[in-house]
């Protein structure tokens, strides 16, 4: 089970995700990006995956896309610092055209 708060600000949407990133709640934070990206256009929007317990490939795959397309991924702790390094350098790899953080 997985929870995704979304603030919204003037200039920024932020996300907090916490609990397990597998399938079928993987595509719950997609929707809530997608969603943000709609409600907020031209906002920064900031991933907080800080909360999270485990994250699946599909969720890091996810992830990985959300980074690509200007989503900011930020984290507070190695082992989350890890996991966002590791996204970031994956969404290089495969050629995205804007990774922010």
Known sequence: MRKVTVLSGAAECRMKVEGRSFSPWASELESAWQQAQRATPGNKIVVD???MTFIASNGKAIR???TGHGAKLVARGVHNEHIVEKLK????AAGAAR???
């Open 49 to 51: 995956p800080s909360g």
């Open 64 to 66: 990985m896309n959300m």
């Open 89 to 92: 350098s994956r969404a290089r």
């Open 99 to 101: 990774i922010i953080g």
